[in-house]
């Protein structure tokens, strides 16, 4: 058993492996998780950003227990009246909703579905455009012209627009908020990935494999991939962010899934409510909650792109 | 009084946790209207040097002591706004990449115009004709000033970069490998074209250059550098005739005559010192085929061989012997195996 | 030039109809009713009936479709089902709003963010420098309908000094362009979305024109521009900033398409009344003809954007060949 984990470990590792290859043939492998993790410890930060997120993570798996109460639980005081919009107690650190919800538990069990979407999303959009940017870069002639042409009119639709529309037709649910935020996203990373294998097909490394008969899946995996990996792995921290941004937009426009808390739906009662210019504990903590979570994405990201563009890297 | 004095000039970059004297003491002089050219491998400081006369040396470099004296005035250690109103008037500078030195959204005549029009206060109309003018000193036609830099071939760039050093009638102009992106027959047809303006407008000129044949035909005086020290100045013919410092016979092998063909060149083996933690003795001591105990220890100044003629070696009485010496590939050689030896020693 | 631009402006043309299509087909593979996206279900059957003749629903979807097309190039979009007055009509009273809280917000945020840009990598290495890029990285994190949300509670509610909604006050009468426009009035109401939608375009700019400006500096030319003595000021600006600009249009003219959500989520916080706002309500409120013309609207706006984008790079950039 062990070994079987040591062995996937390898490989992941091995896919990793960040490879720069001298103009000359040499071969200087570093291995990007070691690069990662030195810069880690000088770029404080990173390092924030990284536990931040560690938190997240763990708020977000044991959500349901850390939450004190569920979020569509009415509360009510002493003389059994609903306790609406009170501000922020001891009970209620966060304060109720007009109809006395409590919105510290909810705050908490939008943690949950933020980084469910915003991971979800991420990976399909990554997958999707990294192989779309790998094929078109590779190929290029025919393939990339069309290829790129289906891009260009993907970045021709307004993202929010489009996505509302899509609202209108399909039913309201996380998984169709997750396509319709993946629909168009994947246009970006398509377009990154694409200049980067552009510049690396031209290598003469990549040509020697061609003479040699490789085939082309065999050169796309072998070498061109472990190159844009790191990159891919950047793009994708910023997908992440990008489609929690999204879904928040999304339910705050009254688009996402009602039977799911997300902090966007949060603030979509809040709105709806007209109660949003009065109750700032209702307002403030969603909109604070997205705000650290993705600064903490950011933070990570840079020290991601150190990786990337050895410019950047601290000694 | 020399028209350009230069005394124990120190520059210094500060590099990590370290710093990097890149310049370490050198004097020379130049009178008005001489060249002077200054030769070396990549990092010996020469370029540092002319950065540092512009003062325009990078935010982690500075000029650390020593002093530069142009005219009778003092350059270390004015005021930005002076050595500002110094730059293209009195110093112009026509650097390596010249390629890339215009910039590539505004016509070449815009340029030269902006230039001229930031240190007088002639109209542009003035400007533009002065322009027209250096434009024909250097043989490039009127209608080129309207031209953007993308449109001109690279030795038309580098006249056109020429030609605004010029416009100002600068008393010192420095060049830094003006022509080392070129093809050799262009570069042939411009140096000749620089010597030529130089005498014309009387202007002294420090040539920078890493080609020591291209100095022999067009320099009056020439300075070798190495590892941030100067290791031999002298005139041009002086120095041809008898060279003194056993790098100046290195470099002299490295450089292929057309009568000798067939030989194989001969390189001096190994690499410039790191300049982090300089040498205690001599810069050169390591390739030094005639290096001895002293070489070492102390660092030679420099001493006076000839009239005129200055090299920093211990054993310049010897040079002769070292003349013959340094033409044998054997010398060389010698020098490649002492070093495998001593790393072999040293390293592991 | 001009073959440029016209090349340009047909494939622009080329790709309204390409997203036109797409929406077509989009709301005829709904689920339910598919005649509902045309014509309104809740009108009394022998309307409906003509309404269906009309639009061909009875036919194949060729048909349907070259209905469509030959409706949407004399622009008819059909009729709203909410308000029973032309699409056309509507989005024109609501597209000069949208318009103009776009070009405000981006005028603020690209003057503020461009010479922001420059001025933090003309310090680089310093305090301010890692402040003010700690400072964009929050506000690219912080969703923009929350701050909008945020500044209205601030400025409109606590400290009152501006209105919370609405793009004129209540019962304010005005015919002409300029009595609705270009009055004090108005304005108030513009202040607060146009500086949170500022807010929002900020960060990119900013951080492009300060990224763009690090690798010009280091060019040879700068050091040039300095060798001949030129005064710092016109070496950073004239020279840096001028070639630092080109990326800042292309990366400009790639994000208005992003930057249209963030209208429609403003124009939704602070009840501006735009096309962004108009969406949102047609959608919830199945009125889907509005929906529909809405969103080829929009999309038209943000490609007319991108071209003059291109063109304005194309000006700046002798080297593009044209």
Not at chain 1, 258 to 265: D, I
Not at chain 1, 282 to 291: E, H, K, V
Not at chain 2, 106 to 128: D, F, N, P
Not at chain 2, 134 to 148: A, I, S
Request: hydrophobic share 45%; charged share 20%; with cysteine.
């Amino acid at each position: 058993m062990i070994d079987i984990l040591r062995r996937i470990g390898n490989k992941i590792t091995q896919l990793i492996t960040y490879r720069k290859i001298h103009a000359g043939g040499r071969r200087n492998t570093q291995s990007a998780l070691s690069i990662f993790f030195t810069n880690l410890k000088q770029d404080k930060l990173a390092l924030v950003g990284v536990i931040l997120l560690i938190c997240f993570i763990f708020v977000g798996i044991f959500a349901e227990t850390l939450a004190p109460h569920g979020p569509r639980d009415r509360h009510y005081d002493e003389q059994g009246q609903i306790r609406r919009l009170e501000s922020p107690s001891a009970a209620h650190p966060f304060g109720t909703t007009d109809v006395g919800r409590d919105i510290f538990s909810q705050v908490i069990l939008g943690t949950r579905t933020a980084l469910l979407v915003g991971f979800i999303a991420a990976l399909l959009v990554t997958f999707v455009g990294s192989v779309v940017g790998i094929v078109s870069g590779y190929f290029g002639g025919i393939v990339d012209s069309v290829l790129m042409r289906i891009v260009d009119f993907f970045y021709a639709i307004p993202f929010i627009p489009f996505v509302i529309v899509l609202a209108a037709i399909m039913r309201p649910s996380l998984w169709n908020v997750i396509l319709a935020v993946s629909m168009l996203s994947w246009r970006t990373v398509a377009r990154i990935v694409r200049s980067q294998v552009l510049s690396i097909s031209r290598r003469p490394y990549i040509k020697a494999a061609k003479i040699a008969g490789a085939g082309h899946v065999r050169i796309m995996f072998k070498y061109i991939l472990p190159n844009v990996i790191p990159l891919v792995l950047l793009e994708m921290a910023f997908m992440v962010n990008w489609a929690i941004m999204s879904e928040a937009s999304i339910a705050f426009l009254g688009f996402g899934d009602p039977r799911e808390t997300s902090w966007g739906q949060i603030l979509h009662m809040n709105f709806v409510s007209g109660y949003s210019r009065i109750a700032w504990w209702w307002t403030a903590p969603p909109g604070l909650a997205i705000i650290l979570l993705l600064v903490s994405i950011f933070f990570l990201a840079r020290s991601l792109e150190a990786v990337v563009d050895p410019r950047l890297r601290k000694r | 009084m020399a028209f350009l004095e230069v005394k124990d000039l120190e520059i210094t970059y500060t590099v990590g946790n370290g710093q990097l004297r890149a310049v370490d003491g050198v004097s020379f002089s130049l009178e008005k209207g001489e060249s002077l050219g200054v030769v070396g491998e990549s990092g010996c400081g020469k370029t540092t040097i002319a950065k540092g006369l512009m003062q325009l040396l990078p935010k982690n470099g500075r000029i650390s002591g020593g002093s530069v004296k142009l005219n009778g005035r003092e350059l270390v250690g004015l005021s930005k706004e002076a050595v500002r109103r110094h730059r293209l008037k009195e110093i112009a500078m026509v650097s390596q990449s010249a390629m890339n030195s215009l910039n590539p959204v505004y016509t070449i005549g815009r340029q030269l115009v902006e230039g001229i029009m930031a240190h007088t206060s002639i109209g542009k109309h003035a400007a533009y004709q002065r322009a027209v003018e250096v434009f024909q000193m250097v043989g490039l036609e009127e209608k080129r000033l309207k031209n953007y830099p993308h449109q001109l071939s690279g030795g038309m760039k580098q006249r056109a970069v020429i030609a605004l050093a010029l416009t100002l009638d600068p008393s010192l102009i420095i060049a830094d490998e003006p022509t080392t992106a070129l093809d050799v027959v262009v570069q042939d047809r411009i140096l000749h074209r620089i010597i030529k303006i130089q005498k014309e407008i009387n202007s002294s000129m420090i040539f920078i250059t890493h080609d020591i044949s291209v100095v022999s035909e067009i320099c009056e005086n020439i300075l070798v550098m190495y590892g941030g020290k100067v290791m031999e100045t002298a005139s041009t013919s002086s120095f041809f005739r008898r060279p003194y410092h056993p790098y100046s016979l290195g470099l002299q092998n490295a450089f292929p005559v057309i009568t000798e063909i067939t030989e194989e060149l001969i390189s001096i083996p190994g690499s410039p010192p790191n300049l982090l933690s300089p040498p205690e003795g001599c810069r050169f001591y390591e390739r030094c085929p005639f290096a001895e105990e002293l070489c070492r220890k102390e660092p030679p100044p420099l001493y006076e061989a000839e009239p005129g003629h200055y090299a920093a070696c211990h054993f310049l009485k010897k040079a002769d012997e070292f003349r013959t010496r340094a033409s044998k590939r054997e010398t060389w050689e010698a020098v490649q195996t002492r070093m495998i030896r001593r790393e072999a020693e040293e390293g592991y | 030039m001009a073959g440029y631009i016209i090349r340009r402006l047909l494939i622009m043309v080329l790709m309204i109809l390409l997203v036109s299509t797409m929406i077509f087909l989009l709301f005829r593979t709904m689920p339910g009713d598919p005649t509902a996206s045309m014509v309104d279900p809740s009108i009394p059957s022998e309307a409906r009936q003509a309404l269906l003749e009309r639009y061909g629903l009875h036919e194949s979807l060729w048909t349907q479709y070259t209905i469509f097309m030959g409706d949407l190039l004399r622009l008819d979009f059909g009729s709203s089902y909410y308000y029973n007055r032309p699409v056309l009509q509507i989005i024109q009273n609501r597209l000069p709003a949208t318009l103009i809280l776009m070009f405000t917000a981006m005028l603020f945020a690209y003057l503020i963010g461009i010479f922001g840009g420059a001025w933090m990598a003309w310090k680089r290495g310093t305090k301010l420098e890692s402040t003010g890029i700690t400072l964009s990285l929050i506000f690219r994190s912080a969703p923009t309908f929350w701050v909008g949300m945020m500044v209205i509670l601030v400025f409109a509610v606590r400290l009152g000094w501006f209105p919370a909604q609405g793009m004129r006050t209540t019962g304010y009468e005005g015919t002409t362009f300029g009595e609705i426009f270009i009055s004090l009035d108005f304005l108030r109401h513009l202040i607060l979305p146009a500086f949170t939608a500022g807010l929002y375009f900020l960060a990119t700019p900013a951080l492009i024109m300060r990224n763009s400006m690090l690798e010009v500096l280091s060019e040879d030319y700068i050091e040039m521009a300095h060798a001949k003595g030129l005064p710092e000021r016109q070496v950073l600006y004239r020279h840096a900033a001028r070639n630092a600009l080109l990326p800042v249009v292309t990366a400009g003219a790639l994000f208005i398409g992003m930057a249209i959500g963030g209208q429609v989520l403003i124009e939704v916080v602070f009840s501006w009344p735009g096309l962004g706002r108009e969406i949102v309500q047609a959608v919830t409120r199945s009125d889907y003809p509005l929906a529909q013309g809405c969103f080829i609207i929009l999309s038209t706006v943000v490609m007319v954007m991108n071209l003059i984008a291109d063109v304005v790079y194309a000006v700046l950039d002798p080297r593009i060949a044209y």
